[in-house]
């Protein structure tokens, strides 16, 4: 006789919902939002001020020490004056060559500007004129002043008064001086201030208090400090 075999029952729930729900919630909660929003802010703020500013202020070096901070290399002008003799580097050309300058009256001052000597900034502390020639020639009275850029006012530095020294130095003798010191080989006078504002440019205006209209002199230094801009490596 045939037998009939009872129909087979295959089971479909355990293996169809494990396989589906699972894997459909956590693939993309997750990387949908953390790959937009933390990008989006940081990478522009913190470029775009920094940038700029930095630049714009040079960087200096420690201030150097030096007998003058104008000498040979720096722009001088003469003014008020007739005349200036034989003239303008001799005066600050580190030796006592004689400078002989012509006022324009008596009462009225005359001098001479002049530019850093190497650097674009300076302190002055100082200054030193050494005699040549009369001692009534001799400029007694000065004023100091300076400036930052062609463009601004002239600041007074210093204001006094200075002593002729009763010898007479030899002309065109090489100057030996520092910072701290004149050349003790010579005759100078000399005036120390306090001063801490840099400057690019200085004038220094002379008179006498004697009759005469005319100054003579045989060397004019400016004791300070040069101011270096360091370049910042690329």
Do not use: C
Not at 45 to 68: D, Q, W
Request: glycine share 6%; hydrophobic share 30%; proline share 10%.
């Amino acid at each position: 006789p045939i037998v009939t075999r009872p129909p087979i029952t295959v089971t479909r729930s355990p293996t169809a919902s494990p396989t589906t729900s699972p894997t459909a919630v956590l693939t993309k909660s997750p990387t949908a939002s953390p790959t937009t929003s933390p990008t989006i802010v940081p990478t522009k703020s913190p470029t775009s001020v920094p940038t700029k500013s930095p630049t714009a202020v040079p960087l200096t070096g420690a201030p150097i020490e030096v007998n003058s901070v104008i000498g040979l290399g720096s722009t001088i002008d003469f003014y008020d004056h007739f005349s200036a003799i034989p003239g303008t580097e001799e005066i600050v050309d580190g030796t006592t060559a004689s400078v002989i300058i012509r006022k324009k009256s008596h009462n009225k001052p005359a001098g001479f500007t002049a530019t850093t000597n190497g650097e674009p900034f300076s302190i002055v502390k100082g200054i030193r004129v050494y005699r040549r020639g009369k001692k009534d020639w001799f400029p007694d009275v000065y004023t100091l002043e300076g400036r930052k850029s062609d463009s601004d006012e002239w600041q007074i530095i210093y204001e006094g008064m200075l002593s002729a020294p009763n010898n007479d130095n030899q002309d065109g003798k090489s100057i030996v001086s520092t910072f701290s010191n004149g050349d003790s080989g010579f005759a100078f006078a000399e005036q120390l201030f306090s001063n801490d504002i840099a400057y690019s440019s200085y004038r220094a205006r002379f008179t006498t208090i004697k009759t005469s209209n005319v100054f003579q002199l045989g060397e004019v230094e400016l004791p300070g400090y040069l101011i270096p801009i360091v370049t910042r490596p690329p």
